[in-house]
Each structure stands twice: as structure tokens, then as C-alpha cells.
């Protein structure tokens, strides 16, 4: 019978038998699969594992702080890059969401290979991939490969010459989860909500620019404290909030206002393949939008996203 302990054994075995003494380089999200990687490498090989955490400017508010300090924590050796200025200066005017999410995996690339190379003799690359993963990236009709371009890291291993460890490639997410527990990773990591890797850059719909990220940010935060505070954030698979391209008209005191809309997403879900909307309880929408339009300075009205997968997907580019 598979249990967590006996996998966590047998798979660092079999790290150890693979790596020796060599170092492993490994890209971090602050997601389920890459923390639990994470952490069964970081057990067969130590601080031979060179970690690395890369604040693409698109991540949730305090994100990367946060998350690097539970790194930290945790006891992986990483190193936090802060590369968001150039994220924000290749994306500034481009709209269009697959243009977006080639540039976000291509400067990810670039910065992950160029922090990369300074650790001198790697041979080794970590990911997190996880069995859907392999079973989607083999599917040529996988709907993520014809509908949407994935941000992964595909060719590094290839530009790097390095042989890959994946030490979760036979897992399923719940079996991930369980093995994380069984490591004593802290529930901030095992429960966290998917989210995806070009991050808020596809949930403000247009071109992205630095005070639309941050008034999003807001806005978001503001959702999950919500969520969680009400219990709802681990009845629902996915949520987050999303910046449309949209002004329209509003009344704040007595002055006309012309500000922006902002979409709440929150969908229950298996796999992600098919979800549907999450029924939030009419009190707690009202809640959350009544703080948003006054705490957040250029959103003055918000909407709830009552769609279905399919047709619609989660994400809204
Ligand atoms: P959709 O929008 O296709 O999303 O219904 C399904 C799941 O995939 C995530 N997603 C992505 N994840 N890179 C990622 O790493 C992407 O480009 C991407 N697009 C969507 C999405 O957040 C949801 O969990």
C-alpha cells in the first residue's frame, strides 16, 4: 500500500543515488509541487540544492517576501530574485495574453539561467512536475497546448545541459499534499490555492503597467483575507480577483468618479479541466465589494464572474 513515509523514503534513496555529490538547481514558485520537490531533494542532498525564487513583479501582494521567508524556514538554501523592473519593461504596452505569456516564460528563463550559471559544476535540474503534467505535456491535443501556451520551463535543461530530477512525477496532487504534510511543510504551502505562473499578468486584461499591478494587488488581498476569514477560501478550488480594461462611472461624495471594474473569479474544481463557480454567499460579496471599492483607490465597481469551465476557462486570458 502507498503512504507517504515510504514514499519520502525510498524517493530520497533514490535522489541520493542519482545526484551523489553533485548540486541540483531548482526553480521555486511558491506552490504545492516545486516546495514539496523542494524539500524531498533538500533531504538526500542538503544545501547542495541551490534553490532560487525569482519576484517577476506579478505575484500577490507580500508574496515574495512571504513565501521566501517560509523558504527560508523551511530550511531550503534559496536565493530570492528581485527582477520585477524588467518584467514590467518588456511587458509595458504589449496586450495581447499570449504575446504576455511568452514574454513572462521567456524572462523567467532568462533570469532563472543567468542566476543559474553563477553556481559553478550544477548538473542537476529540480521540478516539481507532477504525473497530470507528464500525461498533459504528452496529450497533443491537451487543451492547455492548444488553447493556451503553459508557462513552464521547457528547454532549460536543454540550454543548461542538465539531467532532470522529479522526484513527484508519479504523484497525484491529494498524494502531494499528503507527502508535504508527512514533511512538515506548513499549510500555507499544502493549501494554497493554484495559481498560474505569468500570475496577475493575465488577470489585468490589457497591458500590463506597475500601479495597475499594485492597485489589483489590492483589490486580491482584500478577496482572500476575505475568503479565509469566512472559512470559504478552502471551499473553493481557485480565487482571485481580475482588472478589466474597463472604466466606467460612479459617485464618491459628491464628485463624479470614472474608475476602473474589477472581476471576482471563484470556482470549485477537481483538476482544474472543468470547474464551476463557487456560490458565495450573497453577504459575503457584498462585504468584499464594499471594501474593495473603498479601500481601493481606482476601482469603483466590482462583479462577480458567474461563468462555468467550459466554456469559459478559469483565467480570463
Ligand atoms: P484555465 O484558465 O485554462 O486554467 O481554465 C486552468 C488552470 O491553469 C492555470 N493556468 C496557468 N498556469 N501558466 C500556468 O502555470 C499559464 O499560462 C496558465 N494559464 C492558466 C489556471 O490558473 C488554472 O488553475
Not at 84 to 103: C, N, Q, T
Not at 185 to 203: C, M, N, T, V
Not at 287 to 292: E, G, L, P, T
Request: hydrophobic share 40%.
Amino acid at each position: 500500500d502507498w503512504t507517504p513515509a515510504a514514499f519520502i523514503g525510498e524517493t530520497v534513496a533514490r535522489i541520493k543515488a542519482q545526484v551523489g555529490n553533485n548540486k541540483v538547481v531548482m526553480a521555486l514558485s511558491g506552490g504545492v509541487d516545486s516546495t514539496v520537490a523542494a524539500m524531498l531533494i533538500n533531504r538526500a542532498i542538503g544545501d547542495n540544492l541551490y534553490c532560487i525564487f525569482v519576484d517577476n513583479g506579478l505575484l500577490r501582494k507580500d508574496e515574495f517576501q512571504q513565501v521566501l521567508d517560509g523558504y527560508k524556514h523551511l530550511g531550503l538554501n534559496t536565493q530570492g530574485i528581485d527582477a520585477h523592473e524588467r518584467f514590467y519593461r518588456e511587458l509595458a504596452g504589449v496586450s495581447d495574453p499570449e504575446k504576455k505569456r511568452k514574454i513572462i516564460g521567456r524572462l523567467f528563463i532568462e533570469v532563472f539561467h543567468e542566476e543559474g550559471v553563477k553556481i559553478k559544476d550544477v548538473n542537476f535540474l529540480g521540478q516539481g512536475t507532477i504525473y497530470p503534467d507528464v500525461i498533459e505535456s504528452m496529450s497533443v491535443h491537451g487543451p492547455s497546448a492548444t488553447i493556451k501556451s503553459h508557462h513552464n520551463v521547457g528547454g532549460l535543461p536543454e540550454i543548461m545541459n542538465l539531467s532532470l530530477v522529479e522526484p513527484l512525477r508519479a504523484l497525484f496532487k491529494d498524494e502531494v499534499r499528503r507527502v508535504g504534510r508527512e514533511l512538515g511543510i506548513d499549510e500555507i504551502f499544502i493549501g494554497r490555492h493554484p495559481f498560474p505562473g505569468p500570475g496577475l499578468g493575465i488577470r489585468i486584461l490589457g497591458a500590463v503597467e506597475e500601479s495597475k499591478v499594485k492597485m489589483l494587488q489590492e483589490a486580491d488581498a482584500i478577496y482572500i483575507q476575505h475568503l479565509r476569514d469566512s472559512g470559504w477560501y478552502h471551499k473553493v478550488w481557485q480565487a482571485g480577483a481580475i482588472l478589466l480594461p474597463v472604466q466606467s462611472v460612479g459617485v464618491m461624495g459628491d464628485e463624479r468618479t470614472y474608475e476602473f471594474t474589477c472581476a471576482l473569479r471563484a470556482v470549485t474544481s477537481v483538476d482544474g479541466m472543468t470547474a464551476d463557480w463557487s456560490h458565495l454567499p450573497y453577504d459575503l460579496l457584498a462585504k468584499i465589494s464594499n471594501d474593495i471599492i473603498n479601500k481601493v483607490r481606482g476601482i469603483n465597481r466590482v462583479v462577480y464572474d458567474i461563468s462555468s469551465k467550459p466554456p469559459a476557462t478559469i483565467e480570463w486570458e
